[in-house]
């Protein structure tokens, strides 16, 4: 069964509203902006999304699914543990990381996405530290891991340790090494 495909307009929209956001800042940015920058009149708009707060929370969602999806892929390639944890690791947040740090809007964005976001966040780390559980669970079952480790305090450790990388980076390629180079490290720890 196919997936069922996303509403072309939602997506040109929240296209748009990412780009505004990332240039003007949350509360520069007009409904118009976003209507304009997706094709749409505001009226239009306003058949889709009822504000700004509405539309953020739809970016992360959709920014949170795109993270599980990256990290379940690169967990699933067919690679050495420390290779796959530093892919999964540097994909995890990837998006969200390049507009926090190349943005002058950042600090704002992430302020935004904490104040409208929080339960959408949490609840896709949830899910992220699961995907990881998995794949710990999998790999263990298959000799890859040192025995006795715990694959749910695992994943959400790493997923914790994401959020110091993130927030100690100063630029986007910095957080991509950094990411990669802490899961190359517990990956070899995590071996036999």
Avoid: C
């Avoid at 296209?15 to 240039?23: E, G, Y």
């Avoid at 090494?177 to 995590?190: F, K, N, T």
């Amino acid at each position: 069964m196919n997936a069922p495909q996303p509403d072309p307009r939602r997506a040109a929209i929240l296209d748009a509203a990412w780009t505004a956001f990332a240039r003007y800042g949350f509360r520069k940015t007009s409904m118009e902006d976003i209507a304009r920058g997706a094709g749409l009149s505001r009226p239009a708009l306003y058949q889709y999304y009822r504000n700004k707060e509405d539309i953020f929370r739809s970016l992360a969602a959709h920014y949170i699914a795109r993270s599980v999806q990256d990290v379940e892929r690169e967990l699933a390639a067919d690679r050495p543990v420390p290779e796959a944890l530093a892919e999964a690791f540097a994909r995890q947040g990837e998006a969200i990381a390049e507009v926090l740090l190349t943005s002058p809007h950042g600090h704002e964005l992430l302020d935004i996405g904490n104040a409208t976001s929080a339960d959408i966040v949490a609840e896709g780390e949830v899910r992220i530290a699961a995907a990881y559980a998995a794949w710990l669970r999998g790999r263990a079952a298959a000799g890859a891991l040192r025995p006795g480790l715990d694959p749910d305090a695992l994943g959400a450790t790493f997923v914790a340790a994401l959020h110091g990388i993130k927030a100690a980076a100063t630029d986007h390629a910095g957080y991509l090494a950094r990411a990669r180079m802490l899961g190359r490290v517990l990956g070899q720890g995590l071996l036999p």
